[in-house]
């Protein structure tokens, strides 16, 4: 098969993490390609064999300079699928299928608006809640990681780790201000880099938290510092499937999350969900029982660790692009 995938992103998160790793697999037996805005910045972990197109013309729904470019580069090496990752990616790819002959596929990653995804007709959701954002049938395909073995190595301190990019929706500074409310020696360390980091750092330095808070920008050893940490914490507003709870899965002793209005509530157990208003007073009930709370965690996700492995996830949109042709 000959898929290109689209993606209008230029920055490296989660979704872009899932087309990095899917494009990088599929390379090895289909001819595939990254379509992404100029002056890209994760183009170094994509694969040799990954042809890259970066548009010039800015992806504006009704940008005709847009349509041409990449118009041309379809057809040109007439791939038979373009998958679009995010509302605005599909919203391009909705105008490209009906002057083109090809198949769209466009996956949506979170519960945000996205009438496109009502349109479009081959959508995937990450998750059973997502999908049901939608108004017509969608295949859910969650994600999953290729999980490493990882020795703990834990700190006499009780560590807290959150992993995300630093913009608001992430909620970091909500949980900056709880770690604030903690009345026990702790450090707490977020992973991950974007535009909130100075408001952040401010907020630190108002709390005065700057021995105990710690923003570690990215890090390519995640694993590690989960499996090193005694909790891990999601603190967003709104996700669909993070992959950083799936790392939590296989990496850290205990997770909790808000709901967050994505699949989080698929996977963990009701009493790993807190909201944002209890959360010191949730990490402080863990603090004082963590070997409880440790050994309900790993009963209760175990059988996730069968299901979100990234070589399901492979299989899966294999069966799925080939059902389409």
Do not use: W
């Not at 300079?65 to 699928?81: H, M, P, T, V």
């Not at 209890?278 to 963590?290: D, G, M, Q, T, V």
């Amino acid at each position: 098969m000959k898929i290109a995938y689209l993606s209008c992103s230029r920055f490296y998160g989660g979704v872009e993490k899932i087309v990095v790793d899917t494009l990088n697999e599929l390379s090895k037996s289909n001819d595939v390609a990254l379509i992404v805005p100029k002056n890209c910045e994760f183009l170094d972990r994509l694969d040799k064999n990954v042809r890259v197109f970066e548009y010039q013309s800015y992806d504006k729904r009704y940008n005709i300079f847009l349509y041409i470019e990449l118009y041309k580069f379809l057809r040109l090496n007439q791939f038979e699928i373009l998958h679009a990752h995010g509302a605005k990616a599909a919203q391009i790819g909705f105008v490209l299928e009906k002057i083109l002959n090809l198949k769209l596929v466009a996956t949506k990653h979170n519960n945000r608006k996205g009438k496109i995804f009502n349109r479009v007709k081959n959508v995937i959701a990450v998750s059973k809640q997502v999908a049901s954002t939608i108004n017509q049938p969608s295949r859910v395909l969650y994600f999953g990681i290729s999980p490493k073995i990882i020795t703990p190595i834990l700190s006499d301190i009780f560590t807290i780790t959150a992993v995300g990019r630093l913009d608001k929706i992430k909620g970091f500074d909500i949980l900056i201000s709880e770690a604030a409310k903690l009345n026990f020696p702790f450090k707490l360390q977020i992973i991950g880099d974007g535009r909130e980091r100075q408001n952040l750092e401010n907020l630190i330095k108002k709390l005065k938290l700057k021995d105990r808070v710690f923003l570690l920008g990215f890090q390519d050893d995640i694993p590690q510092l989960l499996a090193n940490s005694h909790l891990q914490v999601i603190s967003s507003h709104k996700e669909g499937l993070p992959i950083t709870l799936m790392e939590g899965i296989f990496y850290s002793p205990i997770v909790i999350s808000t709901l967050a209005g994505g699949g989080i509530g698929e996977i963990l157990d009701k009493r790993f969900i807190y909201h944002h208003e209890n959360l010191a007073l949730k990490i402080e009930e863990i603090y004082e029982n963590r070997v409880k709370f440790s050994k309900l965690f790993k009963t209760t996700n175990a059988k996730f660790k069968q299901i979100l492995t990234f070589q399901n996830y492979i299989l899966e949109l294999r069966k799925y692009y080939k059902g389409l042709m």
